[in-house]
């Protein structure tokens, strides 16, 4: 009561800071004829006199807001024939505050981006301009590319299929223009290669999001993330899916539709014991088959062919977007369910997916250092935007009053009486010449609906997933008179739809809603494409009690109401209170996905801070020009390591100790290469340690010259990311069962933290022992280019010696193919191969062989680059023996893989 007291007498928060804008506002006005006097040649002139003030640190981007934002408004009236309106200006003053600006559907919001963009464009620093798919990004870099131009700014865009070259000329631009998706895998590909010339993003400056909430709200629910092919065998898949088909509901698993979950019964175990001939299906050794039981179980019972996937014409299993209803190729489900669904609909099985890299897109944005963001419907998600996102949600004024009439829902008992109503409301507008958009919240329904039109007469379009392509021509011709258009949760966002001649007579555009979305904000962007810049309009909502909303989180009371109401055979209600009580429910389901993202979030800040940590030592190794000082510090803190139980007592270790203590020096240093008189029974102190693998390093750097660098950052990259790998699957598998530790009055989140603490620190060290253990044992040889034995081979073989490093230490992993994809649902593009590193590793026998070509002089290799490896001698039972050679205890064996295999 008191905040409502306050607002009636001071204004909202809303209109306070609106009114704060206004003395901005009249100076971009006053600006208006002093910028009209230039000529089209001194517009761009201006801007970089703007820019060269800014970035020379005599004014704030704050400074020349005013006539930035009116130079941009000059233009876009000379270019486009657009000028903007006021509230337009508006709308880029909340956005370049790093606000959230929420306007109406045919407000222009795509012409209200500009002026923030080309505002902070001037910092030199890069703008990233976000939308929800492709079609849009090259739309609106094409169509707001001609002002920027003009303006004498560089546009790109990013798009599936483009070429890191092509990413890295893009991102170089003043602006850039791209779906979150390929922003987010871009970062992820960039920490996953090898060479800083490689890099494509250059920084995360200032990001405006379009229809922010469908992407920080509603994709947010599931992480991007890039994987590779695992070994596990496909058949598994198959055969739970058999079994799965042998259990009856009820009887042997119960189902959970809220939750989108399946569990089995007591009889339902004992059967799928029974059928799969074991005596457990709890015992640890058998825990993968209930995993993939459960999953198959959710593939055939919780997730519907039409509704959450389709099957391709090609044979593959595509998802289903379930806020756009576009389809989202490439994108597969995780944790071995897009597989159940593939042995459900009988098509190939594809392999199961290892994480190698992964983000939320709330902590990818979070990264930006200025976030903005603008849509239509965003104060029923304002709390969330805070919360997450720090963002304020500012409400911007339409430029014409909102006369679009929103009646009443109209409720029947069944589905079938309600399509039959919808059908004979759509014939009567369609009659009358009025257009109609019929939105559904499933391509099933959708096609439903065209059928029974078709039976009747009545000429439309159909836009849902599988008529992707034609979704802006569809969309944009919906406003025509007689134009019937039935689109799936409102695909087409961003495309106006224009009223043709004589509908506004007519009342406009006709929204029909068959049923309500779990979100208000759905229903809320579906009736939002009606009423644009005061145009006349409608809207209504046609419900029943069968509608999974009502029948899934509608409360008894509902029912009830209905009852006492006395609804006959076909009649439908209008009644305030079922309409508020089905709002309510909408709040609840609203509710639990917040949560459901905010869980997410909580555990992804775990992994933020460690991917923080680790993607920063990432880049550090790929751009120092001397990583050497960055390989001795992790000397040192093995070597603390390995001393601990030394230093930890004060008398003198015994045999056993300096057995461990020995065996560690040799396995992870390999320091007998650099001290050969060592003995197990000794340890070396810890100053004698570190000058022989000072020693080690020396040499290698004496053979390697100028790729001595190269070396190091290759081998030190390579432990990285195999450890990163490891303790991505180790995270994984922690995630999964984190939740049981609930059970035991332990807080789950907590005890993620602490034990994923502790992985971490443990992979920090692994990746520190690892690299050394590599490292120390590379010995190079010089071996002369053989010549080409064709003129493409000629062509392709560079020029000078080959430098190869010979390691007998452990094997270097070959990069594997990648995919992107999304833990637990889908957000993912096409699968593409891992960047590979410059420098190939091939596999010989056991020891790898690392190529490393380069260009260089043979007389700066040392001793004139003609010799090749020195043989490594060892002292053994006093005589002195080569690695090859044969062991002196007389196996056969060489040395190196008998009596000296430990040295």
């Known amino acids: 009561m008191i905040k409502f007291l306050i607002g009636k007498i001071f204004g909202t928060r809303n209109e306070r800071y609106l009114r704060s804008l206004r003395p ?13 006097a230039l000529s089209d040649e001194e517009i761009p002139v201006k801007l970089a006199e703007y820019r060269d003030q800014v970035q020379n640190g005599d004014r704030s981007l704050d400074d020349v807001l ?16 657009m000028r903007h309106y006021d509230v ?99 970062y992820l590909r960039d920490n996953m290669k090898f060479y800083a010339e490689q890099l ?31 070994d596990e065998s496909t058949e598994l898949y198959q055969a739970m899916d058999a079994v799965v088909r042998q259990l009856k509901a009820e009887e042997d698993y119960t189902l959970d539709e809220k939750a989108k979950t399946a569990m089995l019964t007591d009889a339902g175990v004992a059967k799928c014991e029974k059928i799969l001939g074991i005596d457990n299906l709890f015992d640890p050794a ?31 299993v595509v998802i289903v977007d379930e806020f756009t209803g576009r389809l989202m190729p490439g994108r597969r489900f995780s944790d071995g369910l897009h597989q159940a669904l593939e042995a459900k609909e009988g098509v190939k099985v594809e392999a199961e997916n290892q994480t190698l890299a992964s983000i939320t897109f709330q902590n990818y944005f979070r990264m930006y250092d200025k976030l903005a963001g603008m849509t239509g419907t965003a104060q029923t998600e304002a709390v969330e935007f805070d919360q997450i996102y720090h963002l304020e949600t500012i409400t911007i004024p339409t430029n014409k009053p909102m006369i679009r009439k929103d009646l009443p829902d109209l409720i029947f008992r069944t589905q079938r009486e309600k399509y039959q109503a919808i059908i004979e409301s759509i014939k009567e507008l369609y009659n009358a010449g009025q257009p109609v958009l019929v939105g559904t919240i499933s391509i099933e329904t959708s096609e439903l609906l065209s059928a029974m039109l078709k039976k009747e007469g009545v000429p439309h379009s159909v836009l849902n997933a599988k008529h992707h392509a034609e979704e802006a021509a569809i969309v944009a011709q919906a406003g025509q008179k007689g134009h019937v258009t039935i689109a799936t949760n409102m695909a087409g966002r961003g495309t106006d739809i224009v009223l043709g001649e004589g509908v506004k007579e007519l009342g406009g555009l006709h929204i029909l809603g068959t049923e309500r979305h779990e979100s208000r904000r759905i229903d809320n962007q579906l009736r939002g494409r009606s009423g644009r810049q005061g145009d006349p309009g409608s809207s209504r909502f046609y419900l029943s009690l069968e509608d999974n909303l009502m029948r899934l989180f509608g409360s008894e009371r509902i029912s009830g109401l209905m009852e006492k109401l006395g609804m006959q055979e076909g009649e439908p209600i209008e009644n305030r209170m079922v309409s508020k009580a089905i709002e309510n429910a909408q709040k609840r389901v609203e509710g639990h996905n917040f949560e459901i993202r905010k869980t997410l979030l909580d555990y992804d800040n775990v992994m933020n801070q460690q991917r923080e940590v680790i993607y920063t030592l990432r880049r550090d190794l790929m751009q120092l020009p001397d990583v050497e000082g960055v390989l001795f510090d992790f000397v040192d803190e093995v070597l603390d390591n390995i001393y601990q139980p030394v230093e930890a007592i004060k008398e003198a270790p015994d045999a056993q100790m300096c057995t461990e203590v020995n065996s560690r020096l040799l396995e992870t240093l390999n320091i007998a290469r650099a001290m050969p008189e060592m003995t197990m029974s000794a340890i070396p102190s810890r100053e004698q340690s570190l000058e022989a693998v000072k020693k080690i390093f020396q040499e290698l750097r004496e053979e390697a010259g100028p790729v001595y660098n190269d070396i190091l950052r290759y081998f030190l990259l390579e432990s990285l990311d195999r450890c990163w790998k490891d303790h991505l699957r180790a995270m994984d598998y922690l995630r999964e069962g984190i939740g049981l530790r609930g059970y035991a009055q332990r807080d789950p989140k907590r005890e993620y933290q602490s034990e994923g603490l502790a992985l971490f620190k443990d992979m920090l060290f692994r990746i ?31 020029e000078g010696e080959n430098i190869e490093a010979l390691s007998d230490g452990q094997a270097v992993e070959q990069p594997s193919s990648a995919e992107e994809t999304t833990a637990g649902e889908p957000k993912a593009v096409e699968p593409e191969q891992a960047p590979e590193p410059e420098t190939p590793v091939e596999q010989s026998g056991t020891e790898p062989l690392l190529n490393l070509r380069h260009k260089t002089d043979p007389a700066a290799m040392g001793d004139g680059g003609a010799s090749a490896a020195k043989e490594e001698q060892h002292v053994y039972n006093g005589v002195k023996v080569g690695r090859n050679d044969p062991c002196p205890c007389g196996s056969g064996k060489k040395f190196k893989k008998c009596c000296g295999r430990n040295l």
Not at 122 to 151: C, I, P, Q
Not at 203 to 229: K, Q, W, Y
């Open 768 to 798: 520190h022992e690892g690299a050394l253990t590599s490292l120390t044992h590379v010995r190079m040889k010089r071996v002369e280019a053989e010549p080409a034995e064709s003129a493409e081979a000629d062509a392709t073989q560079p």
């Open 88 to 186: 337009q200006l508006i709308g880029g003053m909340v956005l370049h505050a790093g606000k959230i600006a929420e306007m109406k559907t045919g407000e222009g919001k795509t012409l209200v981006a500009t002026l923030p963009v080309v505002l902070n464009a001037l910092s030199g620093k890069g703008v990233h301009v976000v939308t929800v798919n492709d079609y849009l990004a090259r739309r609106d870099a094409e169509w707001m590319g001609r002002l920027y131009n003009f303006l004498g700014l560089s546009v790109g865009v990013i798009v599936q299929g483009l070429t890191d070259d092509e990413r890295k000329a893009a991102y170089a631009c003043d602006i850039t223009y791209g779906t979150n998706n390929e922003f987010g895998f871009d």
């Open 24 to 36: 901005k506002l009249k100076k971009c006005n006053a600006l208006e004829p002093q910028m009209k």
């Open 286 to 316: 058998s825990i993968s088959y209930q995993h993939h039981i459960l999953q198959s179980l959710k593939a055939h019972h919780c997730f519907k062919r039409d509704v959450d996937y389709i099957v391709s014409d090609e044979g593959k």
């Open 200 to 230: 494509v993003q250059r920084g995360h400056n200032f990001a405006i999001v379009d229809e922010v909430d469908s992407i920080l709200i509603d994709e947010a629910r599931t992480p991007l993330i890039i994987s590779g092919a695992s």
């Open 66 to 81: 005013p006539e930035v934002f009116a130079l941009v408004r000059e233009a876009s009236s000379r270019v486009m024939g």
